[in-house]
């Protein structure tokens, strides 16, 4: 079971780039790294997946190195509704989708 | 498109009681999940249907049930609800499996277990 750390908070101000790391050291051959954000009493929202290299998508980008062992999530120039908590899920099979706590990010002005 | 649908938004049981959770999808996905979300932390998976007519257990599947009768409905019922399965539950679904695939979710059921 490929468990995943992120840091609990972090903290940045608007117009800011921000990276969101996620260590997942037990990650498997077959698994994806994915990222989803939750706004408060909301369903989380997919935001990107990689298995490899970079990805990256109109919101954000997912770097992800060669060991696999961690990726970042990068989100450019974020803004005050940037405030959520950001998941890191790594998976391979059903009984393996475990959301970790999370990091909640707080945008200040 | 509606998306994903949850019925109720809040309930509040007695323990003992039973009730039935209605999820909704018309995106014509084959795969469906419920989710339970507790304070402060992520959320775990109770069951998971890869069909019409199939269900799976998940993470924490003691003390629910699940059944997809038809491929747009996924319903979560408790028998006999405890304290214990006070949560926010989220139900979402998926073309795929996913591990490889983006999960649509639903906007959460808040059920409060007195």
């Known amino acids: 079971l490929a468990k995943t750390t992120q840091p609990i908070s972090m903290d940045s101000y608007e117009g800011q780039e921000v990276n969101i790391t996620c260590s997942h050291n037990?990650?498997?051959?077959?698994?994806?790294i994915t990222w989803y954000q939750q706004f408060p009493s909301q369903g989380p929202r997919f935001i990107i997946q990689g298995y490899k290299t970079k990805v990256t998508n109109e919101v954000a980008s997912l770097f992800i190195p060669a060991d696999r062992k961690s990726s970042t999530l990068s989100l450019p120039r974020v803004s005050l509704s940037d405030t959520a908590v950001y998941y890191c899920l790594v998976v391979a099979g059903f009984q393996k989708l475990v959301f970790g706590t999370g990091t909640r990010l707080l945008v200040s002005p | 498109n509606a998306g994903v649908t949850q019925t109720p938004k809040f309930r509040v049981l007695k323990t003992g009681q039973s009730m039935t959770l209605l999820c909704a999808q018309d995106m014509n996905h084959e795969y469906m999940y419920w989710y339970r979300q507790d304070p402060g932390m992520g959320l775990r998976l109770i069951h998971y249907?890869?069909?019409?007519?199939?269900?799976a257990k998940g993470e924490v599947p003691d003390g629910y049930n699940v059944s997809r009768l038809k491929k747009q409905n996924f319903l979560l019922g408790l028998e006999s609800a405890a304290p214990s399965q006070t949560s926010v539950y989220f139900c979402?679904?998926?073309?795929?499996?996913?591990?490889?695939?983006?999960?649509?979710f639903g906007p959460g059921t808040r059920l409060t277990v007195l």
């Open positions: 249907s890869v069909g019409e007519g199939t269900t």
């Open positions: 037990n990650i498997a051959t077959n698994d994806y």
């Open positions: 979402a679904s998926s073309w795929a499996e996913a591990s490889t695939d983006t999960q649509y």
